[in-house]
């Protein structure tokens, strides 16, 4: 059932709206040089935060779809009738964010790296930073989705929400600090599927 | 098991309001339990409570595998009817749940495109293919023309036969033999 559900997100994912936070993420890195200038020595050196800010913005736009329809349509109850613990729910639906957002943004991020003038070292590098972080990026913003889930004025909460969570990812992700920055994206991926688990459960009373 | 379904002095609240207190009651395979009640009363709230997905305030309930229909579809709107219930039902049991409510003539057709007639059809079908002993159905007959009546009804009357238990919340009397249930009184 996992399988199945991880395929269906997938599925429903490129077939929504996947591409939404893709031109986002490159719109925000396209605006950089418009606001800084055309300083080549200048965007090569805010490149890399300029690229972590345009991807944890982007990382903002799917959240209201990632847990939110399933609950409004029941679906979240009948998988748990199938026997799926909450908290699987919660893992499939990281898995299935992170191959609808990771991958495309990864590729986006050729792009954005040649409007913010950086180099092929900065940009495999920025790549390599990317690639660790957004499992746990994943995994906050299915955290967020569940816990916003149903209330009132959803979209402004989880910007609040994710965007002071995520620094870590960016502050490490940053400063080239791998090692750190793969800790505390391993600990949101395996602390967020408890926290949307029980959200989702909360959400039922 | 002998019973599908028992309840041991079980009471539940919600929102502060006190919908039934110290209920018991049990289900055995063949029987049917309607329970009734005006708009508010916690029919809806009992078959979520006997479902799991809802914990009483106190008692303890005790279940046998289930399915449940109740007002939300859980069905992929952009996906043919016959794809959306196979994610939950895959194997042969689909194709025979469909033909028996009458629905095999749409399994292509998107779910966005179901009448909200043929939407309660496909629910119960989810259901009627699901293999539970115990059905768990929320205002079965809604929204249905005589022929989906007559189907569910059928269906329902066939299930009990076969050894199931339904209980159905309803505002409205159901065809056949069923054990009331009062709430909101």
Known sequence: ?205 | MTELLRFEDVTLRRGGRLLFEDLNLSLRPGEGLQVAGPNGSGKSSLLRLAAGLLRAERGRVARAPLALADEQLALDSEVPLGRALAFWTPGDRLDGALDAIGLKHLAGVPVRFLSSGQAKRASLARVAASGAQLWLLDEPLNALDTDGAGRIAGLIDQHRALGGAVVAASHQSLPGDWRILELGR
Do not use: C, N, Y
Request: hydrophobic share 65%.
């Open chain 1, 1 to 205: 059932m996992i399988g199945s559900l991880i395929a269906r997100d997938v599925r429903r994912g490129f077939t929504g709206a996947a591409w939404l936070p893709i031109a986002f993420f490159l719109l925000v890195a396209t605006l950089v040089p418009f606001a800084v200038g055309p300083d080549a020595r200048l965007l090569e050196r805010i490149g890399p935060g300029a690229l972590w800010i345009a991807a944890l913005t982007a990382a903002l736009l799917p959240i209201e779809r990632l847990v939110e329809p399933d609950r409004a349509d029941g679906v979240l109850d009948q998988l748990a009738l199938h026997g799926l613990a909450e908290e699987s729910i919660a893992f499939s639906k990281i898995v299935a964010h992170w191959l609808t957002f990771a991958p495309l943004l990864l590729v986006a991020a050729i792009p954005a790296s040649a409007l913010l003038a950086m180099d092929a070292a900065s940009l495999m590098r920025a790549e390599i930073a990317l690639a660790i972080g957004t499992p746990g990026l994943a995994a906050l913003a299915v955290a967020v989705a569940a816990v916003t889930a149903g209330l009132p004025r959803a979209g402004s909460l989880t910007g609040l929400l994710l965007l002071p969570l995520a620094v870590p990812l960016l502050i490490f992700g940053i400063s080239d600090a791998l090692l750190l920055e793969a800790a505390v994206s391993l600990l949101l991926t395996a602390g967020a599927p408890f926290v949307a688990g029980a959200a989702i459960r909360a959400s039922r009373t």
